[in-house]
């Protein structure tokens, strides 16, 4: 993870930058830090300064490092000054995948890793081309200009996240504004606190009710592990896990599908050229998921021991950034970074997914949604155009998952 630093600029702490000046745009400022320090010390909201990592090979070595820890009381202390106590942080949400190390992390992926197989995605395929098919069915009878987060790309990941986990759907307005809330940082510390407890709540009553009634879903699955050693999961780690699949599994794919639509209709519109050359698709998925990197503040983790990311020695107990974003920007590994390239060598080498022991279990299921959801507008909807300037367009500026809050879209009929 060693290497030289860039020439110097003032090492004085800075806050993260957060400011884009369009949606697709990264803060300019992250290119310079990138550039010139490539370890910046950064300002926290509170509590005392630590480092933000901008550059692609160090971020991905760092992802790697068993000497950064995930397990933090706050997932998002660089981004806002932390609300909720560490004590009530952990009897709100105890550890999950994003916040554990080994060995309990470990523990916790293997059992929810079987749901994630390729023979797992072959399953689910014919239901998620049911779901996707459903939905362009509203989109086609319905009014128009129709806001596609809304009508498509929202509901059909939310749909298929939660027939994996047995979460039913009839609930889906409840859950889609609690994963809202949680993901916000616009929230007071009464608004969070009362969306944890309400989300912890529900998840337990759906335990309870899984308990009595188990079906084929993960956690059903998971109480299925628990009945035969209750020392393997505990109810809390239950819920912590299936809150944690629900969030990351609705609304990082609804953006990437929002924003992928966006990338293919904005001029010089690729629409065309993708319904010519289906053999692309996949290039467009990829390259969706490195030019808009969903979680758009960067990964914190915290420092086990003393290390050096580099050259820049990092002390123990110091938070570090892993800005996925700026490295997934990063011209010396991405040339011309900025540019939507479909014929990028290298664009599925992104970190959009993160790398390393924490690397994400449902890569390849938002891939199959992204493929399955494209390939039938692209043959569906062969006229869909935007119905708004693409420079415009409202984003989610104080959530963690970058995207996109409506996309008008028409289409002749």
């Given at each position: 993870m060693d290497s030289t630093p860039g020439p110097g600029m003032a090492r004085a702490p800075i806050p993260l930058p957060v400011d884009r000046p369009s949606p697709l745009d990264l803060p300019a400022e992250l290119a310079r830090l990138r550039a010139e320090l490539p370890v910046a010390p950064m300002i926290f909201p509170d509590g005392p300064p630590g480092w933000l990592v901008t550059r692609y090979r160090d971020v991905r070595a760092a992802l790697a490092d068993p000497r950064l820890g995930a397990r933090r009381p706050h997932l998002n202390a660089h981004v806002r000054a932390n609300l909720v106590t560490a004590t009530e942080m952990a009897a709100l949400r105890p550890s999950d995948l994003m916040a554990s190390d080994p060995p309990d992390h470990t523990r916790l992926r293997r059992l929810v890793v079987g749901q994630f197989t390729a023979r797992r995605m072959t399953q689910l395929t014919p239901r998620i081309q049911a779901i996707v098919d459903q939905h362009l069915d509203a989109l086609a009878a319905g009014p128009r200009p129709a806001d596609l987060v809304t009508t498509v790309a929202l509901p059909v990941p939310s749909l298929v996240i939660s027939e994996l986990l047995g979460v039913p759907f009839t609930d889906h307005h409840r859950y889609q504004r609690l994963t809202t809330e949680l993901v916000s940082l616009d929230r007071t510390r009464e608004q969070l606190l009362a969306s944890k407890a309400e989300m912890k709540d529900y998840l337990q009553d759906l335990i309870d009710a899984?308990?009595?009634?188990?079906?084929?879903?993960?956690?059903?699955?998971?109480?299925?592990?628990?009945?035969?050693?209750?020392?393997?999961?505990?109810?809390?780690?239950?819920?912590?896990?299936?809150?944690l699949i629900l969030i990351a599994g609705h609304e990082t794919t609804a953006n990437a599908a929002a924003i992928a639509v966006l990338l293919l209709l904005r001029p010089p519109c690729l629409w065309d050229t993708i319904r010519q050359r289906p053999e692309l698709l996949d290039a467009v998925i990829e390259e969706t998921l490195r030019y808009a990197t969903a979680n758009q503040f960067g990964l914190l983790r915290i420092a086990r021991e003393p290390l050096t990311i580099a050259g820049q020695p990092i002390a123990a107990g110091d938070r570090v950034v892993l800005h996925l974003p700026a490295a997934n920007r990063d011209p010396s590994h991405f040339p011309h970074p900025d540019h939507f390239d479909l014929h990028r060598h290298n664009t599925a080498k992104h970190l959009s997914f993160g790398h390393g022991p924490h690397h994400c279990l449902?890569?390849?299921?938002?891939?199959l949604e992204l493929r399955t959801l494209l390939t039938t507008m692209l043959h569906r909807f062969p006229t869909l155009r935007l119905a708004c300037d693409p420079d415009q367009l409202p984003t989610h500026r104080h959530r963690v998952v970058h995207g996109l809050a409506r996309l008008p879209v028409d289409f002749t009929s």
């Open positions: 899984k308990r009595t009634r188990p079906a084929d879903d993960l956690i059903s699955g998971l109480l299925h592990t628990q009945a035969g050693d209750p020392a393997i999961v505990t109810d809390d780690e239950i819920a912590a896990l299936a809150q449902g890569d390849q299921l938002a891939r």
